[in-house]
């Protein structure tokens, strides 16, 4: 008998058991990527002010108490620690109770435990590496910020490359919007940073909005 020999991979059946692994297995994905960035759209928008608000306290003290700015050359630093850390805070709350809302269960918990745990990591990394070169004292701690800002930034890119592309594109904005002023811009450096923020958190907030994501 001519012509070719059936094999499973012709079978009907087996195609369609094939797909029905791939949605389920897609399926899946998509859950365990939901309880991982519950919440994430919020945060990200908090963040966006948050980011903001620390460039242009920042900007308004060298330009509004120079002395000051004079006197403690290191402010950045504690600027920077004092209105960051209710975000970090705001954050663990929010994504906590997003997940509870997608899922009160055991697996609610695991992946919360694991989000926790990956940014208790970025958190203390961020902390350590000013401290590791050096910078917690008054000549350094201008610099603080260089480290914080990126070791955030790079925490946000890799959480986005595994869970949620907008994330690590929101990472990329934020170390691009902080880092390109502060080697152009000088002593204004601050105020275009907090500007560029402003433009990052309409970015986000259009994004949203188009996707209709809250």
Request: hydrophobic share 55%; no cysteine; charged share 10%.
């Amino acid at each position: 008998m001519s012509g070719s020999a059936v094999t499973d991979n012709d079978d009907p059946a087996a195609l369609g058991l094939d797909k029905s692994w791939e949605t389920v297995l897609s399926t899946m994905h998509g859950a365990r990527s939901a309880l991982y960035t519950a919440g994430s759209t919020a945060i990200l928008l908090m963040w966006g002010g948050i980011i903001t608000i620390a460039y242009l306290a920042q900007y308004a003290v060298a330009t509004f108490a120079p002395d000051f700015a004079e006197r403690y050359p290191w402010y950045p630093g504690p600027l920077w620690v004092i209105i960051t850390l209710p975000g970090v805070i705001a954050s663990m709350t929010i994504g906590y109770r997003a997940g509870r809302a997608l899922s009160p269960g055991l697996a609610m918990q695991h992946a919360g435990i694991r989000v926790f745990g990956y940014w208790m990591a970025v958190i203390t990394a961020a902390g350590l590496l000013p401290g590791a070169a050096g910078l917690w004292n008054e000549a350094g701690a201008e610099k603080i910020p260089f480290v914080l800002l990126g070791v955030m930034a790079l925490g946000y890119v890799l959480f986005g490359i595994l869970n949620r592309t907008v994330i690590a594109v929101f990472g990329l904005g934020m170390a691009a919007a902080f880092y390109i002023p502060h080697y152009v811009f000088d002593d204004v450096a601050p105020a275009v940073s907090g500007i560029a923020s402003l433009l990052l958190l309409a970015g986000v907030f259009a994004w949203v909005r188009r996707n209709g994501e809250w």
